[in-house]
């Protein structure tokens, strides 16, 4: 079976602009998350969606990070305006069910560096 | 909240050698555990959880790991690593309802041959 697609794979923008990050989950899974993974740390969960409503973004800083799962399949994460601070790899993982149990299966991942 | 501390960032070992990774977690309720494993030029993927009654857990490639409640420890061990093996592992956990994952820094482990 397919993966989790994420593009693009890499990104490099100047702060203060603007970039977005497309997800595609392994088909038929219900639940997707998306990740942060700082250099040197391990991936800090941003947001879930179960299907196209989100479940937890306690950890979103919303004032410059969005996401949005429409129709309940791919997904996009937004930054704007970029920091520096936000240079990191964007982790998408996926889920057949909604569940502390199920196994999360993770995308290649986008690196953005911002400079 | 949930945390995850991986005692060794950068293990060297050769080949034949046993490993044990150490995990320890911070959450006073119910938690499922789970190691990572990200080889080079790969994505992460599971390697083992823990979320039944048996504390001792098989996964793939001949790890395993023991839950031990009393230490809030999830340690990953193999009886003798090939080079193969080296990659970044990670421990994760979740619990109080949340579904996302809290991992730990990792561990970078390289085998010499």
């Known amino acids: 079976e397919a993966g989790v697609a994420q593009s693009p794979r890499y990104k490099i923008i100047e702060k203060r602009q603007s970039v977005a990050f497309w997800c595609n989950p392994i088909s038929g899974h219900a639940t997707l998350y998306w990740y942060q993974q700082i250099l040197g740390q391990g991936p800090k969960l941003l947001i879930q969606f179960q299907n196209n409503g989100v479940v937890d973004d306690s950890q979103l800083p919303k004032d410059r990070f969005s996401a949005e799962r429409l129709k309940g399949v791919d997904s996009t994460l937004k930054i704007q305006p970029a920091k520096l601070e936000d240079s990191a790899v964007y982790l998408c993982?996926?889920?057949?069910?909604?569940?502390?149990?199920?196994?999360?299966?993770f995308g290649p991942g986008t690196r953005l560096t911002v400079l | 909240a949930q945390s995850v501390s991986q005692h060794n960032h950068h293990v060297i070992l050769s080949e034949a050698a046993s490993l044990e990774l150490g995990c320890n977690y911070s959450y006073g309720g119910t938690v499922n555990l789970f190691w990572y494993v990200q080889y080079p030029g790969q994505h992460l993927q599971l390697l083992l959880k823990?979320?039944?009654?048996?504390?001792l857990v098989k996964g793939i490639k001949g790890f395993e790991a023991e839950f031990i409640k009393s230490k809030f420890s999830f340690n990953l061990r193999k009886p003798s690593v090939q080079w193969s093996d080296t990659a970044e592992y990670f421990c994760?956990?979740?619990?109080?309802?949340?579904?996302?994952?809290?991992f730990g820094k990792g561990t970078h482990l390289i085998i010499q041959p």
């Open positions: 993982a996926s889920s057949l069910v909604r569940g502390r149990t199920d196994t999360q299966y």
């Open positions: 823990y979320f039944s009654e048996d504390p």
């Open positions: 994760a956990v979740n619990g109080g309802g949340a579904d996302g994952l809290t």
